[in-house]
């Protein structure tokens, strides 16, 4: 599916949009601008004056009039599995083996029946086996280590966590917003 980036007009990542929601937008003359070349044409009906049919070009990454609706500094990104175990680069926080998406688990550090939240500081990826050897302990309590640590993602890094399909202009534009030390770098080069 074509995901297009859509950002405010300072260049901050608002969400991906599909071709239809792109469309609208550019239907409505609220694009400020573009980068990147078109990357699919949207074709409408045809005029009865000149007999043409109406073309709009969409662009992969889309600057949008009007008012952010998020910031850059208040974003705290939604946990899914799926941005958890891409974040961790699907490696069990434990023992280090690389695990298929399908088995990893959500785990939390501190265990939520000793008061860990559901935070993306306390949540790691980890295997079935490490997650039960880990039990209702804390690391320290069950002898196992973490090997990384847990961080918050930016929201260029939720940008590239959420996004299925990313193409290379995207990327480009989204990992040169990364910070220096995101383990998403690593990843994309």
């Known amino acids: 599916m074509l995901s297009i980036l859509k950002l405010d007009a300072g260049g901050i990542p608002q969400g991906w949009v599909n071709a239809e929601e792109a469309t609208k937008i550019y239907a409505d003359q609220n694009i400020l601008w573009t980068l990147g070349d078109p990357i699919k044409t949207m074709r409408g009906g045809i005029s009865r004056s000149s007999g043409l049919q109406s073309a709009i070009e969409l662009h992969s990454i889309i600057a949008i ?82 090997l990384y640590a847990p961080y918050m993602p930016s929201l260029y890094e939720d940008m590239i966590l959420k996004g299925r399909n990313i193409l290379a202009d995207q990327m480009d534009f989204l990992a040169a917003n990364l910070p220096k030390n995101s383990r998403l770098l690593e990843s994309i080069r």
């Open 65 to 146: 009039k009007g008012t952010a609706k998020i910031n850059l500094f208040d974003v705290v990104p939604v946990i899914t599995k799926h941005k958890l175990f891409k974040r961790d680069r699907g490696l069990c926080a434990y023992c280090g083996d690389v695990i298929q998406e399908s088995h990893a688990e959500a785990e939390h550090i501190i265990p939520n029946s000793r008061g860990g939240k559901y935070t993306w500081m306390n949540l790691v990826v980890s295997c079935r086996p490490c997650n039960q050897r880990k039990g209702n302990r804390t690391p320290e309590q069950a002898g196992m280590a973490l």
